[in-house]
């Protein structure tokens, strides 16, 4: 097994590589390890990832962000091609991003788990990503260019409201609709729209959320609009009524209702004490 390191593959002003692979190219090292960090997501088709001394398949948006010293393998699964951006790192810019972010790092990055963190990324999310790559693969490999590819990264993969990514016990499909329910065209839609999202009936997905996560769509529903509205109310001069159409409300009163129970106070006093 090969042990790869970062000095031997970069000069001292370089502060990441990227690189968009296919599987057709016979560029793939085999297994191996390494002393920097990486992060790689497929872009199409379908590959087996060796990693830790188990066999994943991975298809178009999975994500996985792999640790120094894990041990992987990707390949063919012999049934499709495929193709894969990975960005390798310094071991160096990740542990001080663990000690400047220990709670979101340790979601991502922690070092307890068998397996490193995976995630399955939204068409739309996986564009978005694309395009990400492209822009930081065409500019000056600083760190200040890393890092703000890696948080942006993280942020969509970590959505303020429900921290479910980290957690392995909820499935992939639910971890994420919950990240596309922080979207105001979904949480509009109330817990309809969450279901529709998931790709389930409403029944299935109320069982599901109270399983895994001990809430029901309709607080998860609640929280991403009262969010949303905590946002608007600090951040624009918004009139409460509209912000209440934002959120998904035909009525403001019930509007005021929610936001009073979730926060304890009423939106204008709540604006008034973010100024």
Known sequence: M???RWKERSSPNEWFHIVRVSGSQNVLPG???HDYAEVFWVNDGCCCHTINGQDEILGAGDLIFIRPGDRHLVRGNGRSGFSFTNLAFPAAVLED???RYAEEMGHLYGAAEKLPFRERLPEHRLRELEQSALDLASAPQTRLRLEQFLCSLFLAVLPGAVQVA???????WLRQACMRLQEPDVFRGGVRGFARVAGCCSEHLARCTRRHMGQTPHELVTDA????AA???TMTSQAVTAISHECGYAHPGRFYAAFSRHFGTSPLRYRRAAV
């Open 231 to 233: 946002r608007l109310l």
């Open 2 to 4: 090969k042990h790869l």
């Open 166 to 172: 980290g957690n392995r016990s909820v499935p992939a």
């Open 97 to 99: 991003l663990r000690q």
């Open 225 to 228: 609009r009262m969010r949303f």
């Open 31 to 33: 297994l191996h390890t």
